[in-house]
């Protein structure tokens, strides 16, 4: 069963990945965007973890939903207010349990991924997050056994974003110019996942 503490590991062990891979993400984001991207994520997981320190919400979704709030509200840009979806109907869809399984999670991961889409109108293969997140996904189930093949998903996906044309998004006002290069929402979007395969006990 995940509890609170397991939420909060992970997107503590999150905002340590963002901080560690923040110039490596406005590396890629300088390529193809505003070059924004390690530095907007940096300042919103740091935000996410002093709220968290502060809060400490005792369910599992209630952490998720304080996270993404914070998320929307710190980061500019588009980046906030897609992670934040992501992580705020995740934990709606949690609701108000103590305790979660790892396929009640899986599921309302899924439901965040898909809010996501509909926010962004964009599917994958369009170069973005989703071909991280979507991937990873497909690999969730009923055991965290399952959290592992999820984060290689996510990397892989990233990775297969370079040689694809954006199709939504800043990059894709480059057009054949964006191909080439990994996409840095879907790398960041990997990090997440990692984050959460690292945070099983």
Partial sequence: MLDAEFFRRWL???AALVDREAARLTE????IGDADHGANLQRGFTAVTEALAKDAPDTPGAVLVLAGGQLISKV?????????????RTGKELGDAAEVTPGQFAAAFAAGVEA??????AQAGDKTMLDALEPAVAALGASTDTFATARDAAGQGARDTVPLRARK??????GERSIGHEDP???SSALLLTALAGAVA
């Fill in 116 to 121: 996501v889409a509909r926010l962004g109108g």
């Fill in 185 to 187: 929402g879907a790398a």
């Fill in 76 to 88: 500019g840009g588009a980046s906030g207010p897609l992670y934040g979806t992501l992580l705020r």
């Fill in 12 to 14: 503590t062990a999150t």
């Fill in 169 to 174: 998004g800043r990059a894709s006002y480059l």
């Fill in 28 to 31: 890629l984001d300088s390529a």
